[in-house]
């Protein structure tokens, strides 16, 4: 399977096109957007469609800057997965998630109690596959998403609780920008940054 995985758009439509032109072009068989689809809730017109027209499938978790009520209409309006607490199995592999950041907004900030629940919920479901992808907006603790990030940016303790615990294959994840297109391993998990310019995933 070959994957763009994208996160961070935060509102910006020339950038969904381009991206969804470069879903054509490199043919991928599914988009993976990692959260923070808009800017402080603003509008979210025209950063799903551009990948639909390329019949492209997307699945999503929101971020720190996607409130609920935004989140459930991408989800309704566009018949897109939304893997916040959930999980899908597409062609035998496995992808589980959940969106929102620990202690910062403005929108969607989330506990860590939630953020473990979410991802123990979602994983349920999938625990059987050879192959899982975790898809999370915020970076887990002990990576190099915690040193290359704004003060303010906290790492997730539960993210890397969930990768110690359930062993995913893949991590993508989003939320700091500093850290675009850096790949590293925690434990047997690769762990990617992919924000806004994207990152192809072969799997």
């Given at each position: 399977?070959?994957?763009?995985?994208?996160?961070?758009?935060?509102?910006?439509?020339?950038k969904?096109?381009?991206?969804?032109?470069?879903a054509?072009?490199?043919?991928?068989?599914?988009?993976?957007?990692c959260?923070?689809?808009?800017y402080?809730?603003?509008?979210?017109?025209?950063?799903?469609?551009?990948?639909?027209?390329?019949?492209k499938?997307?699945?999503?978790?929101?971020?720190?800057?996607?409130?609920?009520?935004?989140?459930?209409?991408?989800?309704?309006?566009?018949?897109?997965?939304?893997?916040?607490?959930?999980?899908?199995?597409?062609?035998g592999?496995?992808?589980?998630?959940?969106?929102?950041?620990?202690?910062?907004?403005?929108?969607?900030?989330?506990s860590?109690?939630?953020?473990?629940?979410?991802?123990?919920?979602?994983?349920?479901?999938?625990?059987?596959?050879?192959?899982?992808?975790?898809?999370?907006?915020?970076?887990?603790?002990g990576?190099?998403?915690?040193?290359?990030?704004?003060?303010?940016?906290?790492?997730?303790?539960?993210?890397?609780?969930?990768?110690?615990?359930?062993?995913?294959?893949?991590?993508?994840?989003?939320?700091?920008?500093?850290a675009?297109?850096?790949?590293?391993?925690?434990?047997?998990?690769?762990?990617?940054?992919?924000?806004?310019?994207?990152?192809?995933?072969?799997?």
């Amino acid at each position: 399977m070959k994957i763009l995985a994208v996160g961070c758009i935060h509102g910006d439509i020339l950038k969904v096109r381009k991206l969804a032109e470069r879903a054509e072009k490199e043919k991928v068989d599914l988009v993976v957007l990692c959260g923070d689809l808009t800017y402080a809730d603003t509008s979210s017109e025209n950063l799903i469609g551009p990948f639909l027209k390329k019949n492209k499938r997307v699945l999503f978790v929101p971020g720190n800057h996607d409130s609920p009520e935004t989140t459930y209409f991408l989800q309704d309006h566009y018949k897109i997965t939304n893997l916040h607490g959930y999980s899908v199995s597409i062609n035998g592999i496995g992808f589980f998630g959940c969106g929102g950041a620990p202690y910062v907004g403005p929108i969607m900030a989330i506990s860590e109690k939630e953020i473990f629940q979410n991802l123990e919920k979602s994983h349920e479901k999938i625990k059987d596959l050879n192959k899982k992808i975790m898809v999370t907006h915020a970076h887990p603790k002990g990576g190099i998403g915690e040193n290359l990030a704004h003060p303010i940016i906290k790492p997730s303790k539960s993210i890397r609780k969930a990768i110690d615990k359930f062993k995913p294959d893949i991590l993508l994840y989003g939320h700091v920008h500093e850290a675009q297109g850096i790949e590293e391993i925690i434990g047997n998990t690769r762990v990617i940054n992919v924000c806004k310019e994207g990152v192809i995933v072969n799997v």
